[in-house]
């Protein structure tokens, strides 16, 4: 049995795909198996595995239709021998010490069930939005700090993670639906109680192109992301609650018209513009911090993106007795 089975679903991805194979190839850690799906692969991806299964006896390739990363995942962990998982990505690069590192923090830190690594990014686009998320993602590196961003965006990069294949199969694998599924399943793991970590060192060069699903698929599009974050405040913190949204700008209004849509009691916003304070928008008052923190009794949502703006919002809402995680929430 080997230590580690590497999930690695693929579709049409032969210009990046030698290099992915290559990557786990030279792993220190020998003793793994590489899980991969061919999930209907129209380039001469599918023959490129079974190259390299016939080169590496640790490598097995699954060949089916077009059914979705959800399903080929799903596919590759219900074939996974080892113990423990790897996310790998075909258009990714693994760093040679990569698995053994995750392989050694897992078996040592029994309470650990998702493990993640700090990533490289690379690749052709010039996007500086992504090289900011890439920056915020690597600076969560402990349970408390993932969990507290788990609202704004992803914490993990997917590719990069480890964890238990029984823990994942108690979950049920991967969900298959109209959404973001790596997102989806850190938010049940979250209401799961599971705890999550992530290495401090660089283990995986996670490669920027237009190409990316997260790009073209309307299933990774920020609507999706945001219901995704409501249906589970829905079934935790928000059951039963009104909502106070700070910061009126274009992410407080997006999560105020879509709370409202879902029959959500919006009671205030919160603002620091003078020229703000005292208006009224979907017919709430917008107020200053010091009169917001007087409400205890709804959920705070920290609905801002500007650089420093939640770290200020949750000293002052600290500093009114509203507890991080329980009544204020930072969200995008």
């Known amino acids: 049995m080997p230590r580690v089975s590497v ?13 992915c194979l290559a990557s786990l190839s030279a792993q220190t850690l020998a003793d793994h198996e590489v899980v991969a799906v061919d999930d209907g692969s129209a380039d001469g991806s599918g023959a490129c595995l079974d190259g390299a299964a016939r080169r590496d006896g640790r490598v097995r390739v699954l060949h089916t239709g077009r059914r979705g990363i959800a399903a080929a995942l799903n596919l590759a962990l219900a074939e996974a021998r ?23 923090r897992l078996e040592a830190s029994p309470g650990t069930h998702v493990l993640g690594c700090r990533v490289r990014l690379c690749g052709g686009v010039d996007n500086q939005g992504m090289r900011a998320y890439v920056a915020w993602q690597n600076a969560l590196t402990d349970h408390e700090a993932i969990a507290r ?46 705890r999550f970590a992530k290495l401090t060192e660089e283990l995986l060069d996670w490669r920027d192109h237009p190409g990316r699903l997260s790009r073209r698929d309307p299933r990774y599009a920020p609507e999706r992301f945001r219901a995704l974050k409501i249906e589970a405040l829905e079934r935790g913190p928000l059951r039963g609650r009104a909502v106070v949204v700070w910061g009126a700008g274009p992410i407080g209004k997006g999560w105020a018209k879509a709370l409202l849509g879902r029959g959500h009691r919006l009671e205030a ?38 650089p420093g703006a939640r770290a200020r919002i949750r ?10 995680g329980v009544d204020l929430l930072a969200v995008a």
């Not at 999930?7 to 290099?19: G, I, K, N, Q």
């Not at 992803?154 to 109209?178: I, Q, T």
């Not at 000293?315 to 991080?324: H, K, R, T």
């Open 7 to 19: 999930l690695l679903p693929v579709r049409d991805a032969l210009s990046t795909l030698p290099e």
């Open 82 to 104: 080892a113990p423990l998982v790897a996310r790998m990505d075909a258009d990714d690069v693994a760093h040679p010490e990569r698995l053994r590192l995750q392989a050694e």
């Open 149 to 194: 961003e788990l609202w704004v965006e992803s914490p993990l990069a997917h590719p990069s993670v480890a964890l238990r294949a029984a823990d994942l199969r108690a979950l049920s694998g991967y969900r298959d639906f109209d959404g973001p599924e790596d997102y989806d399943l850190w938010l049940r793991a979250h209401a799961a109680g599971w």
């Open 269 to 306: 916003f919160v603002e620091v513009s003078p020229r703000r304070i005292g208006a009224r928008i979907h017919g709430v008052p917008v107020l200053d911090a010091r009169a917001a923190t007087r409400l205890k009794g709804p959920l705070h949502l920290a609905a801002v993106g500007q």
């Open 315 to 324: 000293e002052e809402a600290a500093g009114s007795g509203l507890v991080d």
